[in-house]
């Protein structure tokens, strides 16, 4: 009885996952869709590796209502930005979301950082092209991204890819809005720095989150186990461990709070 309905509720899990993954395809391809088709009519200016901190600072000193911001890693794109920001005026609005190694990388700025009044930051396990975007009318994406994240995630895929600098700097208005539109798709539903941080070493390892894609997956305790070449024995210890860790009553609910969280993606 109790193996049913664990597999009742890994199912209801399989089938949560499906629907949310199907419907951000749609939204991302849409958008990407969009972006392409505006971009052909912008005119990216490429920055150098040694004005790239000028050109980050001249977008963002246009202020305005909202300022957003991806980190991919901890390069010299985000050092560029966060420079910028922590010798600027505090009180501007700004959402920063980061994937989860540059919020290690970078854990104790983006705390301290975070503390600034309307200052929100959030963790995302995608791949991300790095960017920033002033209030809808320019934006600077660094050149620097891999092309895996580049091609997922369809940001500013030409210009950038093609320059060979450090960023380029983009002014089309269509453009700029349909990075607008995908960074607020990624940026929903995404645990804020605190609540990444807070989840620890285990859950933030690369075998926490194969496990918790095992999980997600619906696939047996025994699959499982083997997929990750471990004892059937201490797979269940690590699954009873990432319960507590998150602490959920049952499998169907470290699958919620997994998707819930980003720690995997829907």
């Known amino acids: 009885m109790q193996r049913r309905r664990e597999a009742e509720e890994q199912d209801a899990v399989v089938r949560l996952q499906d629907a ?36 980050v600072a001249q977008v963002l000193d246009k202020g305005g209502r909202d300022i957003a911001i991806a980190l991919a890693d901890a390069g010299e794109f985000t050092d560029a930005v966060l420079g910028h920001l922590d010798r600027g005026p505090a009180g501007l609005p ?26 929100e930051i959030r963790v995302t396990d995608r791949e991300l092209r790095a960017a920033l975007v002033v209030d809808g009318t320019a934006v600077v994406v660094s050149g620097a991204a891999e092309e895996s994240g580049t091609a997922q ?9 093609e320059s060979g600098g450090a960023a380029v700097v983009i002014s089309d208005v269509g453009t700029v809005q349909a990075l607008e539109l995908l960074f ?8 804020r720095l605190n609540d990444h941080l807070h989840f620890g070493p285990r859950l933030r390892s690369e075998l926490g989150r ?12 025994e ?20 319960m507590r860790d998150l602490d959920a009553g049952s499998r169907f609910q470290v699958g919620v709070r997994a998707i819930e969280f980003g720690l995997v993606s829907a």
């Open 20 to 55: 949310l993954f199907r419907g951000r395809e749609l939204i991302e391809s849409t958008l990407a869709m969009s972006m392409r088709e505006a971009a052909g009519s912008a005119d990216p200016v490429p920055v150098t590796h040694s004005k790239l901190a000028d050109a």
């Open 94 to 119: 700004v959402r920063v979301l980061c994937t989860a190694a540059a919020a290690d990388a970078r854990a104790d700025r983006l705390s301290r950082f975070q503390q600034r009044p309307r200052t």
């Open 153 to 161: 995630n369809g940001t500013a895929e030409n210009g950038a890819a």
């Open 184 to 191: 607020a798709c990624v940026w929903a539903g995404r645990p």
């Open 210 to 221: 194969d496990l918790l894609r095992q999980l997600c997956s619906g696939s047996t305790d």
């Open 223 to 242: 699959a499982a186990a083997r997929d990750l070449a471990v004892s059937l024995r201490t797979y269940r210890r690590y699954v009873a461990d990432i």
